[in-house]
């Protein structure tokens, strides 16, 4: 129709580069691929509506999700703060059901970051993805920059849950996104804590309100 009348349609990719996808696909992580893309295609929303804002990823482990959002901050020419102390969520230390003795370093402790900077640089990532690493809740709390896109994905304990919304929510710009993983409504599809301690904070303090979902991916717009 637009090609009858003479028009040549440009319509940005909201696709991850297949390249990258193949990367991120490679990478040891927690991010389904549906929910990666749902994830890439917010954050460029989020990136054209409020450009030139940075966006923060909390909980990086080994850059899987990184990648998508990396891939994101280079097309808009913003930085991606990727935030993780890097020693594994409660779930992943050894004896628990998400324990990978393969990230285990020489002292005996989980490291993901050097799986988090290969990761990176594979990509080609480096120049719009900044590592902060160290504990989420003091990083925001001295956070300075609104931000137009904040990826929740850290601890699942309910007080590592509520502290990151507390340290987080309030650093996205009106008109900014908050994307929240792992929430699940019902008790018997997985923890409660990211949908009782920060989905349904955010929307209930009339800050936030619903844009999307895609599996346990939820998507809420900062209006207030
Ligand atoms: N987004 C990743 C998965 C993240 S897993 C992916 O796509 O695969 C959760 C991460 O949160 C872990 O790497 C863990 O080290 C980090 N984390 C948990 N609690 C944290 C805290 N209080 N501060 C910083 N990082 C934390
Ligand atoms: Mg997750």
Request: aromatic content about 8%.
């Amino acid at each position: 129709m637009l090609a009858e009348l003479g028009w040549i349609a440009f319509v940005p990719p909201v696709m991850l580069d297949p390249s990258l996808r193949t990367i991120a696909l490679s990478v040891k992580g927690f991010m389904p691929e549906q929910e990666g893309d749902a994830l890439f295609e917010a954050a460029t929303n989020a990136c054209s509506l409020l450009p030139h804002l940075p966006m923060v990823e909390v909980g990086s482990y080994c850059g899987r999700s990184t990648v998508w959002l990396g891939a994101v901050a280079k097309a808009h020419d913003v930085v991606l703060y990727a935030v993780d102390h890097h020693g594994g969520s409660e779930e992943n230390q050894a004896g628990w059901e998400w324990h990978d003795p393969e990230l285990v370093n020489a002292a005996g402790r989980i490291d993901t970051l050097p799986f988090f900077r290969e990761t990176i640089r594979r990509a080609a990532l480096v120049d719009h993805v900044r590592e902060c690493v160290g504990d989420s809740h003091e990083i925001g709390r001295t956070w300075s920059q609104p931000l137009s896109f904040c990826f929740v994905d850290g601890g699942h304990g309910r007080n590592v849950a509520r502290g990151d919304y507390l340290a987080w929510a309030g650093h996205v710009a009106v008109g900014g996104t908050l994307a929240i993983h792992d929430v699940f409504e019902h008790p018997e599809d997985g923890g409660q804590a990211p949908y009782e301690e920060i989905y349904l904070p955010a929307v209930r303090s009339g800050r936030f309100v619903d844009v999307s979902h895609c599996g346990s991916l939820r998507i809420v717009r900062r209006m207030l």
